[in-house]
């Protein structure tokens, strides 16, 4: 199928092209461990500061608003370029994260969270994997109880990618504990630095550890 680009479309490519040209890092991303987040950090920090971060996130949120279109225009430029990879330890913020947030967030949550996100200045992991349900999220066993304005967790969680380097975790977890599969369940913005939090690395055959087990030790996460 021929796609039909404007003439806004191939001013896009042409800028988005120059700009990759003079600004992709010429040293490899390091393959695992803190020197990967904080390589991750400074390129998100360097999209942010030179106005191409969060290409398919609204304007009014810090982003540039892309049609679907210059979306894939850009990807296709960081390729082109080989620039790093968007599937990195921001990819979770970038990704899902913050766009629930846009969708369903509080103004202050929005407030606070999304410029850490679009900077680089907060990385987030996904809670939803567990250890005796994999993604099958239908049973999941995590359970929140309210206690006054905070939410009490207790259980684990399974596979979770960069949980070492999160600043945040968007949390599922059960709050209804009558309620079957995919009812009574709740997400969580969860800050990785609370008490009761353990984080265990597991090491692959490739000798990485960027995935881990999580465990929840009646960790008190604000309700706000």
Not at 53 to 63: H, L, Q, T
Not at 91 to 108: E, W
Not at 142 to 158: E, F, L, Q, Y
């Amino acid at each position: 199928m021929d796609l039909q680009y404007s003439e806004s479309d191939r001013e896009f490519r042409s800028k988005a092209r120059d700009w990759l040209a003079t600004n992709v890092p010429k040293s490899a991303r390091p393959a695992n461990g803190h020197t990967s987040a904080k390589f991750d950090r400074d390129w998100q920090r360097k999209l942010y500061d030179h106005g191409w971060a969060g290409v398919a996130w609204p304007k009014e949120f810090g982003g540039l608003g892309l049609s679907g279109l210059q979306q894939v225009i850009w990807y296709e430029e960081l390729a082109r370029a080989r620039a790093p990879h968007y599937i990195n330890t921001t990819y979770v913020a970038l990704m899902h994260a913050g766009p629930t947030l846009i969708a369903r967030g509080t103004d202050a949550q929005k407030a606070f969270h999304l410029p850490k996100i679009l900077s680089g200045e907060s990385l987030w992991c996904q809670g939803f994997s567990e250890p005796n349900a994999g993604s099958d999220l239908a049973s999941l066993k995590t359970r929140g109880v309210v206690d006054g304005d905070h939410i009490v967790v207790t259980g684990a969680k399974m596979w979770t990618t960069d949980a070492q380097h999160g600043d945040y975790q968007e949390l599922l977890i059960r709050t209804d504990p009558d309620s079957q599969r995919h009812k009574g369940l709740t997400w969580l913005i969860c800050d990785m630095k609370l008490p009761g939090m353990d984080i265990k690395p597991i090491r692959t055959m490739m000798g990485d550890e960027h995935i881990n087990t999580v465990f929840y030790d009646e960790v008190r996460v604000p309700i706000s």
